[in-house]
């Protein structure tokens, strides 16, 4: 079946380091790709999505590029913030106008001053 | 923007006790959705919703059920809570058709079942 697998946690970094989360998936057709942002003790915000091959999705300085040759997705910033200490959710979307969202596991980002 | 609103952001109840939680969406979407999130598993779908009087279970439904009189609101019950239940439990919402924009969440309610 469908799955979303992403890098395991915690990553922890310091301010304005690089910062790469992979994030893989398995799928049949052509899926859309969220990242998904959960700030303590928050609900998830939509981060970025990609709905085709190569789109490239980006927000608050986060990328993320659909690479259906590598099933990949992962998302990349070039200098994080402590405000970025989060967890980071990937997720698919498959199943048409009745479908779901299929999400990873999550990866918890610390950022240290 | 959408706000999907959860009435608790912490309940703490008794092991048996029947439990309500519920979650409203002001923007008139036709689909809802329940999950819990617990640490190392994600996001696990519980039940959603499609429309008013519809439901269908998600990938962990037993021990819960839900209801959706109205399309504003999407309820979640849990018949008689257990430990095992203790969790951060998300409601979310989507407009019938928008595929691609994803979905909106509310805040969580965190439950502790003692």
């Known amino acids: 079946g469908d799955s979303v697998t992403q890098m395991e946690g915690p990553v922890t970094l310091s301010e304005e380091a690089f910062l790469t989360i992979n994030c893989t998936y398995t799928?049949?057709?052509?899926?859309?790709l969220f990242w998904y942002v959960q700030y303590p003790g928050e609900g998830l915000q939509l981060l970025l999505k990609?709905?085709?091959?190569?789109d490239k999705g980006s927000n608050k300085g986060f990328e993320a590029t659909y690479r259906k040759e590598t099933t990949s997705f992962h998302l990349e910033k070039g200098s994080v913030q402590v405000s970025d200490s989060a967890v980071y959710f990937c997720?698919?979307?498959?199943?048409?106008?009745?479908?779901?969202?299929?999400f990873g596991k999550g990866t918890k980002l610390s950022v240290k001053p | 923007d959408v706000k999907v609103t959860q009435s608790s952001r912490y309940l703490v109840k008794r092991t048996g006790e029947k439990v309500f939680l519920e979650c409203v969406q002001d923007?008139?979407?036709?689909?809802m959705f329940w999950y819990r999130q617990d640490p190392g598993l994600g996001l696990r779908l519980i039940y959603f919703?499609?429309?008013?009087?519809?439901?269908e279970k998600g990938d962990i439904p037993e021990g819960y059920s839900v209801s959706r009189e109205k399309k504003e609101r999407f309820s979640l019950i849990l018949e008689s809570a257990s430990t095992n239940q203790t969790s951060m439990y998300l409601c979310?919402?989507?407009?019938?058709?928008?595929?691609?924009?994803?979905?909106?969440f509310g805040s969580g309610t965190r439950l502790t079942v003692v």
């Open positions: 799928a049949t057709g052509y899926p859309s």
């Open positions: 990609a709905t085709k091959a190569d």
């Open positions: 979310a919402s989507r407009e019938q058709g928008a595929t691609r924009n994803g979905y909106t």
């Open positions: 997720a698919l979307y498959y199943g048409g106008s009745q479908g779901n969202l299929i």
């Open positions: 923007m008139d979407h036709e689909n």
């Open positions: 919703s499609y429309d008013v009087k519809m439901k």
